[in-house]
């Protein structure tokens, strides 16, 4: 658990009722970090980045039909844009003007579409093994499972109760963390009780709403905006990493002017819960080059 934490929620535009998180700084002028998660992930995949922000602002929020926050009426309205514009409505009813934003997985998506929309709400980005678009495409490298994919979601759909029924036995069990250990789908210096907690979320998922959300996150293309990003960008990857592999953040990086690079050596797609330490040193060095929200310096590498 993270502590502090305060759960909220708002009725947005159309309806829906989206679940955030917020943890109140140390005064009220503290400067604000926005933590953008993965696809399914929750607040509890940034257990460390919490920890490691004493003293600032952090807030958070679920995706539409996940965790806290609804589904939509429309099934169609839960695009990366539509993730966006929560987003853009949490920021003013917290009167949040500006933020670093903090993107892990599908949350590097957000954050560059937030770009493409509201760049002068962003003062810096810290992109966590994530893409700019078409996930589907950079999934072990490999075209074949670009087109495989679309056909294991349909199955997901079609046996959406027994997928679901599944989950609740398997997600977050030691089982299945030593499977993933084995294969190479996390690493050894894996925090299980961080990735317990994130997995259990899992049981609870509607796995309709999660594969329309994985279809609709594929379509999703902020490619294109990358050149125009101005605000301190610092990139952090996995060379493990199948999912987002490190040639996805490498083009990132090379298409950001003056972003950063970290390739963590045996990091794989959660290295937010892998090493921490590193995450939070680079976390850490972005805050420092961004006026006003470096409040610990002490605390950042030379």
Not at 154 to 169: D, N, P, S, T, Y
Not at 250 to 260: C, F, M
């Amino acid at each position: 658990m993270v502590p502090g934490l305060v759960q909220r929620h708002l009725v947005v535009r159309d309806g829906t009722r989206i679940g955030y998180q917020v943890r109140p700084g140390a005064r009220p002028d503290a400067p604000v970090v926005v933590l953008a998660n993965g696809l399914g992930g929750t607040f509890e995949a940034f257990r460390h980045i919490y920890a490691a922000l004493p003293g600032y602002r952090v807030l958070c929020w679920d995706y539409r039909g996940l965790y806290t926050s609804a589904a939509p009426a429309d099934p169609a309205a839960n695009t990366v844009v539509h993730q966006v514009d929560d987003l853009v409505e949490i920021l003013g009813r917290e009167e949040v003007e500006r933020a670093v934003f903090v993107g892990w997985s599908m949350g590097v998506q957000v954050v560059f579409e937030l770009w493409r929309r509201h760049a002068a709400r962003m003062s810096g980005i810290l992109a966590i093994n994530g893409t700019s678009g078409r996930p589907f495409r950079t999934i072990l490298s490999s075209q074949l499972v670009e087109r495989v994919i679309p056909l294991l979601l349909r199955m997901v759909k079609a046996q959406a109760e027994l997928v679901g029924k599944a989950a609740g036995v398997v997600a977050g069990s030691d089982a299945l963390i030593a499977t993933m250990k084995r294969v190479g789908l996390v690493s050894s210096t894996l925090d299980e009780d961080a990735f317990r907690d994130v997995a259990a979320g899992f049981r609870t998922i509607d796995w309709v709403i999660y594969s329309d959300l994985l279809e609709r996150l594929n379509q999703h293309d902020a490619e294109d905006v990358l050149a125009s990003i101005t605000a301190p960008t610092a990139i952090v990857t996995g060379d493990r990493d199948v999912l987002t592999p490190p040639a996805t953040a490498e083009r990132i990086h090379r298409a950001i002017a003056g972003s950063r690079l970290h390739v963590i050596r045996g990091g794989t797609h959660y290295t937010p819960v892998e090493y921490p330490a590193i995450v939070k040193d680079e976390l850490h060095r972005l805050l420092a080059r961004i006026p006003g929200w470096a409040l610990a310096p002490a605390r950042v590498s030379a």
